[in-house]
C-alpha cells in the first residue's frame, strides 16, 4: 500500500479506537456511499473483523433501489447490528422532494431522523464518513466536532485540535460528530477502495456513457458522462476531472448557502 494511504488508514484507526475509548454508545451513519462504505470497512480492521457499534441507515425513503440491496447484502455479510430509522411522521404528512424545497426535504427526512434515530438509541457519539474536499463547509469542521441539545453546529466556536489533541467534552443533553475521514480527498477514497476491494455500489460505474459520482436520493443525483467502467477508469478520471464531485447533488444548487444552513441545524 502506498504511504499516503497508510498514513490515512492509521490515523483513522487511531480515531476510531479513541472514539470506543472515549464514549459509552457511539454509533457509526451508512448511507451506502463509497466514504461511508470506506468507514465501516476500517472500523472492521480497526477490530478486528468486528463492528463494534451500532450501523445507523437513515432512509429518506427515495434512495436509489441499488443502495438499498447494497445495504441488505453486505449488512448480513458484514454481521451488522443494522438499525434503520425514517421520519414516518414526516412521510406520512406527504413531505417529499416535490412538497416542499431541498432544504426543508434534507432537513425532515435526514436531520430531524438522525435526531430522532440519536435520541432513541441514547448516542452520545456518531461517526461519519464526511470528507473535507467535499464542501467548503464541510472543510469547517473538526475530526471532533460537539453539537449541543438542539442539534446544533457552532462553526464559530470550535474547539482547537492542534497536534491531533481532540476535545470530547458535549454540553449535557448534546452529542459529538465524529469525523475520522475529514482529511481524505475523493481521490484517496477510490485509490483505498482499489487497494483493498472495498465494495461499493454499481451507481459509481458508467452505464450507457453516465455514472454518479456522488450518490444519495435518486429525485436529487444527476449524472455526469463518464466512460468509467472499473475502479481504476474511476480513479483515473477522478485524477483528471475539474468539476466539483457534488455538481450533481439538487440541494447544492437549490442556494448557494443550502450546505452550511442544512450543517448549521444538525445535517450530516
Same mark, same amino acid.
Given at each position: 500500500?502506498?504511504?499516503?494511504?497508510?498514513?490515512?488508514? #492509521?490515523?483513522?484507526?487511531? *480515531?476510531?479506537?479513541?472514539?470506543?475509548?472515549?464514549?459509552? #454508545?457511539?454509533?457509526?451513519?451508512?448511507?451506502?456511499?463509497?466514504?461511508?462504505?470506506?468507514?465501516?470497512?476500517?472500523?472492521?480492521?480497526?477490530?478486528?473483523?468486528?463492528?463494534?457499534? /451500532?450501523?445507523?441507515?437513515?432512509?429518506?425513503?427515495?434512495?436509489?433501489?441499488?443502495?438499498?440491496?447494497?445495504?441488505?447484502?453486505?449488512?448480513?455479510?458484514?454481521?451488522?447490528?443494522?438499525? *434503520? +430509522?425514517?421520519? &414516518?411522521?414526516?412521510?406520512?404528512?406527504?413531505?417529499?422532494?416535490?412538497?416542499?424545497?431541498?432544504?426543508?426535504?434534507?432537513?425532515?427526512?435526514?436531520?430531524?431522523?438522525?435526531?430522532?434515530?440519536?435520541?432513541?438509541?441514547?448516542?452520545?457519539?456518531?461517526?461519519?464518513?464526511?470528507?473535507? @474536499?467535499?464542501?467548503?463547509?464541510?472543510?469547517?469542521?473538526?475530526?471532533?466536532?460537539?453539537? @449541543?441539545?438542539?442539534?446544533?453546529?457552532?462553526?464559530? #466556536?470550535? /474547539?482547537?485540535?492542534?497536534?491531533?489533541?481532540?476535545?470530547?467534552?458535549?454540553?449535557?443533553?448534546? +452529542?459529538?460528530?465524529?469525523? /475520522?475521514?475529514?482529511?481524505?480527498?475523493?481521490? @484517496?477514497?477510490?485509490?483505498? *477502495?482499489?487497494?483493498?476491494?472495498?465494495?461499493? /455500489?454499481?451507481?459509481?460505474?458508467?452505464?450507457?456513457?453516465?455514472?454518479?459520482?456522488?450518490?444519495?436520493?435518486?429525485?436529487?443525483?444527476?449524472? *455526469?458522462?463518464? @466512460?468509467?467502467?472499473?475502479?481504476?477508469?474511476?480513479?483515473? &478520471?477522478?485524477? !483528471?476531472?475539474?468539476?466539483?464531485?457534488? =455538481?450533481? !447533488?439538487?440541494?447544492?444548487?437549490?442556494? =448557494?448557502?443550502?450546505?452550511?444552513?442544512?450543517?448549521?441545524?444538525?445535517?450530516?
Amino acid at each position: 500500500m502506498p504511504s499516503a494511504l497508510r498514513d490515512l488508514e #492509521n490515523d483513522t484507526v487511531q *480515531v476510531l479506537r479513541e472514539v470506543r475509548g472515549r464514549f459509552t #454508545n457511539p454509533a457509526l451513519l451508512w448511507s451506502m456511499g463509497k466514504d461511508s462504505t470506506t468507514l465501516l470497512w476500517l472500523v472492521r480492521k480497526a477490530f478486528f473483523g468486528d463492528v463494534p457499534f /451500532p450501523v445507523i441507515h437513515i432512509d429518506t425513503s427515495y434512495k436509489f433501489r441499488q443502495m438499498y440491496e447494497f445495504r441488505d447484502r453486505w449488512s448480513r455479510e458484514w454481521g451488522l447490528d443494522l438499525r *434503520v +430509522h425514517r421520519n &414516518e411522521k414526516a412521510l406520512a404528512a406527504g413531505m417529499g422532494p416535490t412538497a416542499a424545497t431541498k432544504l426543508e426535504c434534507c432537513t425532515a427526512l435526514k436531520t430531524n431522523a438522525l435526531q430522532e434515530a440519536l435520541e432513541a438509541g441514547g448516542h452520545d457519539a456518531v461517526l461519519l464518513g464526511i470528507r473535507g @474536499d467535499e464542501h467548503g463547509v464541510r472543510a469547517k469542521e473538526r475530526v471532533f466536532s460537539p453539537r @449541543d441539545r438542539s442539534f446544533g453546529w457552532d462553526y464559530r #466556536n470550535q /474547539p482547537a485540535e492542534f497536534w491531533d489533541l481532540r476535545q470530547a467534552a458535549v454540553d449535557e443533553g448534546g +452529542h459529538m460528530r465524529v469525523h /475520522p475521514m475529514l482529511s481524505w480527498r475523493e481521490i @484517496d477514497i477510490w485509490e483505498y *477502495v482499489r487497494q483493498e476491494g472495498i465494495p461499493v /455500489p454499481d451507481l459509481y460505474f458508467a452505464n450507457d456513457g453516465n455514472r454518479y459520482r456522488s450518490i444519495g436520493c435518486e429525485c436529487c443525483c444527476s449524472p *455526469v458522462r463518464s @466512460d468509467a467502467g472499473t475502479v481504476t477508469d474511476v480513479v483515473i &478520471e477522478v485524477r !483528471r476531472s475539474r468539476e466539483g464531485e457534488r =455538481a450533481g !447533488r439538487a440541494q447544492d444548487k437549490e442556494d =448557494a448557502a443550502a450546505m452550511e444552513k442544512l450543517r448549521a441545524l444538525g445535517y450530516m
